[in-house]
């Protein structure tokens, strides 16, 4: 069966309620996250063979986070110990890491502080058919963009699957360098990019229809897929696969659809739901469906409508990662294609 490795950085999110009752309670919420833990973390929930590789110093923090992963029938063997730190972000309780309000204390992490050389590539990669990392790994320092790209480079060596999250965190590019100018020397090793339209833009450079946002209609957010999709696939010659989100907050609620492009558009089912509870990792959601759906052979349209729902179903599940079996996922599909 295929393998999957996932890499980035673990992260504890701190979750404050709105007011003051964490204070006053002592009690404030943590959950395990970081956008390729989630991803792992779904992918083992499915029953898809995954590891997962990160940088943790070497305590006993470190050791209950590594047994926390095992449990979750999550590989942790490529797991580099060095450094003093765990990555940290605070965020409200039911907002979104894209908020303004959130909080990184991530810097000197042991990831952060990753140097080339440090991690055995050729081992780590033993056995592993998809390799996946997000655009966060590459924001945090100079040093792991440059262990990013050394990782992308032994993958490729290998023939590995290679898929790549575009997830912009505008707080985190504090190392003089801007997206734009790292991210498309670790596209062009990639088979699969998902994202949107605006942060393709933001990080790739790849154009995008000013008058876009004023239309506001979903025939023109789709066209603009197709153009950012084609205009992607010409750029990086070795991108087989565009996946684009669309996720447009209605008050409390939520609009949510997604496409595919491999050499048409695939679009999926719509979905909207007046409330959402927790938006932190809808997306990771979506990229461990795409991985499962492709990894299995499915077609366009069913990884698509696969990924779809299990980002939709993670809005209303705590924490950043998800709990929901395939079965619950399907049961959505059914339930969305009336």
């Known amino acids: 069966m295929n393998k999957t490795l996932c890499f980035g950085e673990l992260l504890l999110r701190l979750s404050p309620s709105a007011g003051d009752e964490w204070l006053r309670q002592h009690a404030l919420p943590a959950f395990v996250g970081g956008a390729e833990a989630n991803v792992a973390t779904a992918l083992a929930k499915w029953e898809q063979p995954v590891g997962y590789c990160t940088a943790l110093p070497d305590n006993y923090l470190s050791k209950q986070l590594a047994t926390y992963l095992r449990a979750k029938n999550i590989e942790t063997t490529a797991i580099h110990y060095s450094g ?60 792991a963009a440059e262990v990013c790209e050394e990782a992308l480079q032994a993958a490729s060596q290998k023939g590995i699957t290679i898929s790549l999250d575009l997830n912009y965190r505008n707080k985190l590019w504090q190392y003089g360098k801007r997206p734009n100018d790292i991210m498309p020397g670790l596209a062009k090793y990639c088979d699969v990019i998902m994202g949107n339209i605006w942060s393709a833009n933001v990080m790739l450079g790849i154009p995008i229809d000013d008058a876009l946002v004023q239309q506001d209609t979903k025939q023109a957010y789709l ?32 609009q949510y659809y997604t496409s595919l492009y491999t050499d048409q558009l695939f679009v999926s089912a719509e979905y909207d739901s007046d409330k959402v509870l927790d938006k ?47 079965a619950q996922v399907n049961a959505t599909i059914k339930e969305y294609a009336g």
């Open 84 to 143: 003093k730190r765990v990555g940290l972000y605070y965020l409200q309780q039911g907002t979104d890491v894209k908020n303004a309000a959130v909080v990184y204390d991530r810097s000197g992490s042991s990831f952060a502080e990753l140097q080339p050389g440090m991690i055995n590539w050729e081992k780590v990669l033993e056995g592993i058919s998809w390799f996946h990392f997000s655009a966060i790994v590459a924001s945090l320092t100079a040093s």
């Open 223 to 254: 066209q603009q897929a197709t153009d950012t999709s084609q205009a992607i696939q010409q750029c990086f010659p070795k991108v087989k696969t565009v996946a684009n989100t669309f996720r447009f907050d209605r008050g409390e609620g939520i």
């Open 280 to 326: 932190v990792g809808s997306g990771d959601c979506f990229m461990a469906g795409l991985i499962y759906g492709l990894s299995n052979g499915h077609s366009p349209q069913q990884t698509l409508g696969f990924a779809t729902a299990a980002a939709f179903n993670k809005l209303f599940i705590p924490g950043d990662t998800t709990d929901q079996t395939v």
